[in-house]
């Protein structure tokens, strides 16, 4: 009899308890640490940049900026995000050392929506102030930008480059 008063007590009173440490936890990896936010606006930036490039096909600037997206996302401690960003960044690096030191605009467009996919999840999950996510439903793509810039399309030539729409 002493044993099963023991279980119905932690079963009336323990276990809500370590229910609610369970949700307390899963809604603290719901939203980024103060640490990842800092960083991931460092991470924003250096994102900032390589769409300017496509944009304004400043194909030169492109490895040294993904160069510079690589460090930055390495200081995310969300591991599975850092590593989506430096492997994305990684392939911009790769693709710019080949042929004259700079991708091609098709082949730079191609890696900007690799690298714009785990950032597009982090800024929809998070909303960090300033961002915006635009999608084009033209050639079914996503990508980051400040909220104060007009659309520019980084996925377009310039018959299309404001095409998109906000959506978070």
């Not at 307390?24 to 990842?36: Q, R, V």
């Not at 700079?102 to 467009?109: D, F, K, L, R, W």
Request: proline content about 4%; charged content about 30%; glycine content about 6%.
């Amino acid at each position: 009899m002493n044993k099963n008063w023991r279980q119905v007590v932690f079963a009336v009173f323990a276990l809500p308890l370590l229910g609610g440490a369970i949700n307390l936890y899963a809604d603290k990896k719901t939203a980024a640490e103060p640490s990842d936010r800092t960083a991931m606006e460092s991470v924003l930036d250096r994102y900032s940049r390589i769409h300017r490039d496509i944009v304004t096909d400043s194909r030169g600037e492109i490895k040294d900026d993904a160069s510079l997206l690589w460090v930055a996302a390495g200081k995310v401690r969300d591991k599975t995000l850092s590593s989506a960003i430096q492997k994305a960044a990684k392939l911009m690096i790769s693709d710019s050392s080949t042929g004259m030191g700079h991708p091609s605009i098709p082949q730079a467009m191609d890696d900007f929506k690799k690298l714009s996919a785990p950032i597009v999840e982090w800024v929809k999950k998070n909303k960090p102030e300033g961002w915006s996510v635009i999608y084009c439903s033209k050639l079914d793509a996503s990508w980051v930008q400040r909220k104060d810039l007009e659309i520019q399309n980084p996925y377009s030539g310039e018959d299309m480059r404001s095409c998109g729409e906000k959506v978070s």
